[in-house]
């Protein structure tokens, strides 16, 4: 008995009863987009009626063609923008090559102040150096791309090389505008300048530019023996004044070091607040939570054998 000749192309049938068509590879369900390696009926028949039955079977005669091809065009769409060639064309060009280069060496110097800006312990006076560093190099940059020197552009370096016709001056209006957007961005931060330039430098900075709140007691402070020579610096040195001789400039040191350079304590707080709100704590009072997070948040050590001695001595008093 010969054998049954098998049905070469069943796939038109296959697309009317259960949605799915046949491409290259594999059969493509039109409806999920899922694909099946075997060219069984069988497993198609079961992907059908597991997960598609139940909505597709309403549509009958025409308006279930009508529904494939709109299923079918959808598909094609997906295919069509998935088409790399524009990409790859993009990629011969030596402007978008040229833009691509100048972008790459940009970002890397923005990701590095990004960078430098994150992090435990940063005061506002470091932000500021930061920024302010930055803004310098800005200027730097333009002169150098300017004249096509590309020691903080490598992949710019390595298109010239390439292409030694492509120009890259044009770049320079282009930091031009992005340093004035820092400037507006960080405007605010000049109000501070003056005051970052004491809290930095309380022992040199000209006296008569400075608040008239300050001067008299940065004037005992320039020639106060035990201070002069110290080599502490910033907020540590603000610590040493001693409160009843310098009241004003200890103020001035707190001020500035209690800003905020950056969002860091509050994201970490949001991390330290779900470990502490765990599900295994039942009787958690609003009162001992906030203890709780003042703990975790801060840097100052805690003096337990101090606190231990306080309520001894509190008991003490108490029998008393
Ligand atoms: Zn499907």
Redesign the pocket.
């Known amino acids: 008995m010969p054998k049954p000749q098998r049905e070469i192309y069943p796939y038109l049938a296959w697309e009317n009863d259960y ?2 068509i046949k491409d290259n590879i594999s059969l493509l ?6 694909r099946l390696q075997t060219f069984k009926k069988y497993n198609v028949q079961r ?2 009626a597991k ?2 039955e139940l909505e597709y079977e309403k549509y009958k005669g025409e308006l279930r063609k009508k529904k494939i091809n709109e299923l079918k065009n959808e598909i094609k769409l997906v295919q069509n923008s998935s088409d790399t060639t524009h990409f790859e064309k993009a990629l011969m060009d030596k402007t978008v090559l040229s833009e691509l280069a100048f972008l790459t060496d940009f970002t890397q110097h923005m990701n590095n102040l990004n960078l430098k800006l994150q992090g435990k312990n940063q005061s506002i006076s470091d932000v500021i150096h930061f920024i302010n560093g930055f803004r310098i190099k800005l200027n730097l940059f333009k002169i150098e791309i300017e004249k096509e020197e590309f020691h903080h552009f490598p992949c710019c370096q390595e298109i010239k090389e390439e292409h030694p016709d492509v120009d890259f001056t044009d770049f320079g209006d282009l930091i031009n505008e992005i340093a004035i957007d820092f400037h507006s961005r960080f405007k605010e931060l000049l109000i501070l300048e003056n005051d970052i330039l004491l809290f930095n430098n309380p022992l040199t900075v000209p006296i008569e530019k400075q608040n008239i709140k300050y001067r008299s007691e940065l004037c005992d402070l320039r020639v106060d023996p035990c201070l002069s020579m110290k080599k502490e610096t910033g907020i540590e040195f603000f610590k040493l004044l001693p409160k009843n001789l310098y009241p004003e400039l200890r103020n001035f040191g707190l001020r500035i070091a209690s800003m905020f350079g950056t969002t860091y304590s509050c994201e970490s707080a949001f991390s330290l607040i779900k470990l502490i709100k765990n599900k295994n704590r039942a009787s958690l009072t609003d009162d001992r939570l906030s203890t709780l997070m003042r703990i975790a948040i801060s840097k100052i050590e805690i003096d337990i054998e101090e606190l231990v001695n306080m309520k001894i001595n509190d008991e003490i008093n108490k029998k008393n």
């Open positions: 949605l799915f369900c039109l409806v999920c987009k899922n992907h059908y997960f598609h």
